[in-house]
Protein backbone atom coordinates (compact mmCIF):
# COMPACT_ATOMS: atom_id res chain seq x y z
CA UNK A 1 0.00 0.00 0.00
CA UNK A 2 1.13 3.39 -0.84
CA UNK A 3 1.70 5.77 2.00
CA UNK A 4 1.26 9.27 1.51
CA UNK A 5 2.98 11.86 4.02
CA UNK A 6 2.28 15.61 4.44
CA UNK A 7 4.56 18.15 5.93
CA UNK A 8 4.56 20.24 8.18
CA UNK A 9 1.08 19.14 10.10
CA UNK A 10 1.04 22.98 10.81
CA UNK A 11 1.92 26.18 8.77
CA UNK A 12 1.39 29.28 10.28
CA UNK A 13 1.41 32.44 7.49
CA UNK A 14 0.72 35.91 7.67
CA UNK A 15 -1.90 36.58 4.95
CA UNK A 16 -0.33 37.92 1.82
CA UNK A 17 2.56 36.00 2.11
CA UNK A 18 3.20 32.46 0.57
CA UNK A 19 2.72 28.83 1.61
CA UNK A 20 4.09 25.75 0.45
CA UNK A 21 2.87 22.56 1.44
CA UNK A 22 4.52 19.24 1.02
CA UNK A 23 3.13 15.66 -0.10
CA UNK A 24 5.45 12.65 -0.30
CA UNK A 25 4.21 9.05 -1.53
CA UNK A 26 6.14 6.27 -0.58
CA UNK A 27 6.38 5.03 -4.12
CA UNK A 28 5.43 6.41 -7.28
CA UNK A 29 2.59 7.44 -8.44
CA UNK A 30 2.82 9.37 -11.83
CA UNK A 31 1.26 12.13 -12.12
CA UNK A 32 -2.01 10.68 -10.36
CA UNK A 33 -1.68 13.38 -7.48
CA UNK A 34 -4.78 15.89 -6.10
CA UNK A 35 -5.09 18.07 -3.24
CA UNK A 36 -8.52 19.13 -1.33
CA UNK A 37 -9.08 21.90 1.16
CA UNK A 38 -11.20 21.69 4.00
CA UNK A 39 -12.69 24.45 5.79
CA UNK A 40 -14.41 23.63 9.60
CA UNK A 41 -17.92 22.32 9.09
CA UNK A 42 -17.86 21.56 5.33
CA UNK A 43 -16.75 18.52 3.00
CA UNK A 44 -13.46 18.76 1.35
CA UNK A 45 -13.19 20.41 -2.56
CA UNK A 46 -11.16 19.72 -5.43
CA UNK A 47 -8.31 22.35 -5.78
CA UNK A 48 -5.75 20.84 -8.09
CA UNK A 49 -5.56 17.47 -9.91
CA UNK A 50 -3.10 15.65 -12.07
CA UNK A 51 -0.42 17.35 -10.17
CA UNK A 52 -0.93 20.87 -11.63
CA UNK A 53 -4.25 21.34 -13.12
CA UNK A 54 -6.39 23.43 -11.17
CA UNK A 55 -10.20 21.91 -10.63
CA UNK A 56 -13.20 24.68 -12.34
CA UNK A 57 -13.38 27.87 -10.20
CA UNK A 58 -10.25 27.37 -8.11
CA UNK A 59 -8.66 30.92 -8.07
CA UNK A 60 -4.93 31.24 -9.91
CA UNK A 61 -2.82 31.80 -6.66
CA UNK A 62 -3.57 27.82 -6.14
CA UNK A 63 -0.85 26.46 -7.62
CA UNK A 64 0.78 22.51 -8.31
CA UNK A 65 3.84 20.52 -9.05
CA UNK A 66 5.95 17.91 -8.83
CA UNK A 67 9.37 16.37 -8.75
CA UNK A 68 9.40 14.61 -11.70
CA UNK A 69 9.83 11.64 -9.72
CA UNK A 70 6.43 11.07 -8.92
CA UNK A 71 6.75 11.14 -5.44
CA UNK A 72 7.49 14.59 -4.11
CA UNK A 73 4.99 17.24 -4.68
CA UNK A 74 4.14 20.59 -3.61
CA UNK A 75 1.35 22.63 -3.31
CA UNK A 76 1.85 26.58 -3.14
CA UNK A 77 -0.46 29.27 -2.19
CA UNK A 78 1.52 32.43 -3.44
CA UNK A 79 -0.38 35.11 -1.30
CA UNK A 80 -2.72 33.69 1.19
CA UNK A 81 -5.98 35.24 1.12
CA UNK A 82 -8.35 35.00 4.72
CA UNK A 83 -10.55 32.14 2.58
CA UNK A 84 -7.68 30.27 2.39
CA UNK A 85 -6.78 29.83 5.93
CA UNK A 86 -8.06 25.54 6.28
CA UNK A 87 -6.51 21.92 6.34
CA UNK A 88 -5.40 20.38 3.12
CA UNK A 89 -5.02 17.05 1.95
CA UNK A 90 -3.41 14.84 -0.95
CA UNK A 91 -4.28 12.03 -2.59
CA UNK A 92 -2.50 9.35 -4.31
CA UNK A 93 -5.20 7.94 -7.94
CA UNK A 94 -2.82 5.86 -9.31
CA UNK A 95 -2.53 2.63 -7.49
CA UNK A 96 -5.48 0.94 -5.46
CA UNK A 97 -6.11 1.07 -2.43
CA UNK A 98 -6.39 5.23 -2.30
CA UNK A 99 -5.05 6.67 0.90
CA UNK A 100 -5.03 10.33 1.85
CA UNK A 101 -1.76 12.17 3.42
CA UNK A 102 -2.35 13.23 6.82
CA UNK A 103 -3.23 17.05 5.82
CA UNK A 104 -1.96 20.15 6.61
CA UNK A 105 -3.52 22.92 8.69
CA UNK A 106 -2.72 26.68 7.71
CA UNK A 107 -3.29 28.81 9.96
CA UNK A 108 -2.94 32.98 10.72
CA UNK A 109 0.58 34.00 12.52
CA UNK B 1 -25.49 19.66 -11.60
CA UNK B 2 -24.59 16.64 -10.07
CA UNK B 3 -25.63 16.05 -5.97
CA UNK B 4 -24.94 13.12 -3.51
CA UNK B 5 -26.95 13.07 -0.24
CA UNK B 6 -25.96 10.85 2.41
CA UNK B 7 -28.15 9.39 4.65
CA UNK B 8 -28.81 6.75 7.27
CA UNK B 9 -28.27 6.39 11.24
CA UNK B 10 -26.77 9.02 13.32
CA UNK B 11 -26.46 6.47 16.12
CA UNK B 12 -24.92 2.65 16.23
CA UNK B 13 -24.20 0.32 19.41
CA UNK B 14 -20.56 -1.25 19.73
CA UNK B 15 -20.49 -4.48 17.90
CA UNK B 16 -23.52 -3.76 15.35
CA UNK B 17 -23.50 -2.73 11.63
CA UNK B 18 -23.56 0.83 10.73
CA UNK B 19 -25.47 1.46 7.53
CA UNK B 20 -25.73 4.05 5.38
CA UNK B 21 -27.01 5.17 2.20
CA UNK B 22 -25.82 7.60 -0.86
CA UNK B 23 -28.30 9.49 -3.09
CA UNK B 24 -27.21 10.52 -6.22
CA UNK B 25 -28.90 13.19 -8.30
CA UNK B 26 -27.45 14.57 -12.21
CA UNK B 27 -25.90 12.06 -12.90
CA UNK B 28 -26.42 7.86 -13.37
CA UNK B 29 -24.65 5.55 -11.04
CA UNK B 30 -24.66 2.81 -14.03
CA UNK B 31 -23.45 5.13 -16.35
CA UNK B 32 -19.97 3.12 -17.22
CA UNK B 33 -17.62 6.10 -16.02
CA UNK B 34 -17.50 6.45 -12.56
CA UNK B 35 -16.57 5.15 -9.54
CA UNK B 36 -18.89 5.68 -6.21
CA UNK B 37 -17.41 5.58 -2.62
CA UNK B 38 -16.70 6.29 1.32
CA UNK B 39 -14.08 8.40 3.08
CA UNK B 40 -14.46 9.27 6.61
CA UNK B 41 -13.27 11.60 9.35
CA UNK B 42 -13.29 10.94 12.63
CA UNK B 43 -14.04 13.98 14.76
CA UNK B 44 -10.93 16.38 14.48
CA UNK B 45 -9.21 14.08 12.51
CA UNK B 46 -7.77 13.82 9.10
CA UNK B 47 -9.69 11.82 6.04
CA UNK B 48 -9.40 8.33 5.82
CA UNK B 49 -10.47 6.26 2.48
CA UNK B 50 -12.81 4.01 2.72
CA UNK B 51 -13.42 2.32 -0.59
CA UNK B 52 -15.05 2.65 -4.19
CA UNK B 53 -17.57 0.56 -6.10
CA UNK B 54 -17.83 0.58 -10.04
CA UNK B 55 -20.88 0.46 -12.38
CA UNK B 56 -19.98 -3.22 -12.70
CA UNK B 57 -19.93 -3.67 -9.07
CA UNK B 58 -16.14 -4.43 -8.87
CA UNK B 59 -14.95 -2.73 -5.78
CA UNK B 60 -11.55 -1.92 -4.08
CA UNK B 61 -11.55 -1.44 -0.04
CA UNK B 62 -9.06 0.12 3.05
CA UNK B 63 -6.62 -2.44 3.47
CA UNK B 64 -7.32 -1.75 7.24
CA UNK B 65 -11.21 -2.33 6.76
CA UNK B 66 -11.67 -4.87 4.31
CA UNK B 67 -12.61 -7.24 6.47
CA UNK B 68 -15.84 -5.79 7.69
CA UNK B 69 -16.72 -3.12 5.09
CA UNK B 70 -19.37 -3.82 1.90
CA UNK B 71 -20.10 -1.38 -0.76
CA UNK B 72 -23.06 -2.05 -3.23
CA UNK B 73 -25.15 -0.53 -5.48
CA UNK B 74 -28.42 0.27 -6.13
CA UNK B 75 -28.94 0.91 -9.52
CA UNK B 76 -32.87 1.62 -9.93
CA UNK B 77 -32.95 3.82 -7.41
CA UNK B 78 -29.37 5.63 -8.41
CA UNK B 79 -28.33 4.87 -4.83
CA UNK B 80 -24.88 3.42 -3.43
CA UNK B 81 -24.39 1.87 0.19
CA UNK B 82 -21.90 1.33 2.71
CA UNK B 83 -22.37 -1.32 5.49
CA UNK B 84 -19.80 -1.57 8.46
CA UNK B 85 -19.50 -4.39 11.08
CA UNK B 86 -19.12 -5.20 14.12
CA UNK B 87 -18.16 -1.28 15.02
CA UNK B 88 -16.79 0.19 17.87
CA UNK B 89 -16.25 4.06 19.30
CA UNK B 90 -13.33 4.30 16.97
CA UNK B 91 -15.31 4.17 14.15
CA UNK B 92 -17.48 7.45 14.83
CA UNK B 93 -16.91 9.77 12.09
CA UNK B 94 -18.27 12.13 9.70
CA UNK B 95 -19.05 9.81 6.79
CA UNK B 96 -18.57 11.55 3.11
CA UNK B 97 -19.66 9.54 -0.25
CA UNK B 98 -18.22 11.07 -3.22
CA UNK B 99 -18.06 10.40 -7.01
CA UNK B 100 -14.12 9.66 -9.12
CA UNK B 101 -14.38 10.40 -12.56
CA UNK B 102 -12.71 11.39 -14.98
CA UNK B 103 -12.38 15.04 -15.28
CA UNK B 104 -10.66 17.06 -18.15
CA UNK B 105 -6.84 16.50 -18.34
CA UNK B 106 -6.64 13.76 -16.09
CA UNK B 107 -5.42 10.21 -16.87
CA UNK B 108 -7.08 9.04 -13.84
CA UNK B 109 -10.35 8.87 -11.52
CA UNK B 110 -10.56 11.71 -8.93
CA UNK B 111 -12.77 12.70 -6.35
CA UNK B 112 -14.89 15.31 -7.78
CA UNK B 113 -17.73 15.98 -6.21
CA UNK B 114 -18.65 15.35 -2.28
CA UNK B 115 -21.28 14.64 -0.35
CA UNK B 116 -21.88 16.95 2.90
CA UNK B 117 -21.49 14.03 4.86
CA UNK B 118 -23.30 12.65 8.18
CA UNK B 119 -21.59 11.93 11.46
CA UNK B 120 -22.21 8.70 13.18
CA UNK B 121 -22.01 7.61 16.24
CA UNK B 122 -20.93 4.79 18.09
CA UNK B 123 -22.02 4.50 21.42
CA UNK B 124 -24.55 2.26 23.79
Same mark, same amino acid.
Given at each position: EIMMTQSPATLSVSPGERATLSCRA??????RLAWYQQKPGQAPRLLIYETSTRAT? #????FSGSGSGSGTEFTLTISSLQSEDFAVYYCQQ?? #??PLPFGGGTKVEIK | QVQLLESGPGLVKPSETLSLTCTVS??? #????HDFWGWIRQPPGKGLEWIGSIYYSGSTHYSLSLESRVTIDLDTPRNQFSLRLTSVTAADTAVYYCARRAIIVGSSGHVIDIWGRGTLVTVSS
Open positions: SQSVNTG #IPARYH #IW | GDS #ISSG
